[in-house]
C-alpha cells in the first residue's frame, strides 16, 4: 500500500477560484505559500468511498473544497477502525512515514472505540483510548507537525421529544480532557454536529445522512450535504485554534454540488 493514501474528494478545483490570486499572495512571506498537507486519521465519518457505495461521503472528502489549493489533504481514514485497530494496522505508522514539518494530524476517533465485544477495536475512554490517541499526538510532535484532536461527529440520534442526543458516552469528554492535559488544539466536532443536528430537527436531518431513495437508512454515515457540513465545522475549528489562517480557506458559506465529489474506483485498501 502507498504511503500516501489516495486523494478522495480531491476533485479539480480551478486554480481561478482560489481566495488568494497572485497579487494578494505576494503580500505574504514565500513561506506562507508552501504547500502544507493536513492528514486524517479517524474512521468511516471521515473515510473516502468507493463508487459502490455512493451517496455515502466521508467528511474529508468535502475538506478540499473549503482550502485554497496550497494545502492539500490526505485522507487516510478508514471504514469500522478505531484508535487501537488504526494502530495496530499500521497505519499510524504511515502517517508518520509521510508527515513533515508544519504539517496538521487531525484526529478522530470514537464510533468504533465502544464496541466492547470486540477486542481488536474496543477501547475504555479513560484509559485505552487516551493512552492510543497520545501515540498519534507524540508521531506528529517528533516530526515537527501540528496534531489536532478532533471530537466525533454525532449520529442522528432524537428521544421521543424531537430533541437530539449524545450517542458517544464518555469519549468525546476523555478526549476534551486529554487535548488540554497536552496542551493541543481541539475540534469538537461532537459538541457543533449535535447542535446543528437539534437546530435542524428530526425531518430536516435526514437530508444530511444516509437516507436515500433506495431504502437505505443509516443515521451514522452521510451523504454529501452532510459531510459538507462535518467539513466546514472542522475548518472552523481549525482556524479558531490557529492552526489554519483565513488565507488557508476559501467558500466556507457554500456546499458543494455532488458533481464535485469523487467516489473512488474500488474501497481503499
Known sequence: MSRRSVLAGLASVPLAVTVAGPAAADEHPAADRLRRTIFIAGDSTAAPKSVAKAPETGWG????????????????????????????????????????????????????????????????????????????????????????????????????????????????EAMRALARREGVALVDVQRDSLALWQELGPQETTRYFLHTDDGRVDNTHFNTPGAAAVARMVVRGLLEEGVLRPRDVRRLEEVPEPAWFTWLPQDPA
Not at 80 to 103: H, P, Q, T
Not at 115 to 140: F, H, I, M, N, V
Not at 155 to 166: I, L, P
Request: hydrophobic share 35%.
Open 61 to 172: 472528502m468535502a475538506l478540499p473544497f473549503y482550502l485554497v489549493n496550497r494545502v492539500g489533504v490526505a485522507n487516510h481514514a478508514r471504514n469500522g477502525r478505531s484508535s487501537k485497530s488504526f494502530v495496530d494496522e499500521g497505519r499510524l505508522d504511515a502517517i508518520l512515514a509521510d508527515i513533515a514539518e508544519g504539517d496538521v494530524l487531525v484526529v478522530q476517533f470514537g464510533h468504533n472505540d465502544s464496541k466492547a465485544d470486540d477486542p481488536a477495536r474496543y477501547t475504555e475512554p479513560w484509559s485505552t483510548y487516551q493512552e492510543y490517541l497520545t501515540r498519534y499526538l507524540d508521531g506528529a510532535r517528533e516530526r515537527g507537525a501540528v496534531p489536532v484532536l478532533a471530537t466525533p461527529a454525532e449520529r442522528r440520534r432524537f428521544d421521543s421529544a424531537g430533541n437530539a442526543y449524545s450517542s458517544h458516552g464518555d469519549y468525546p
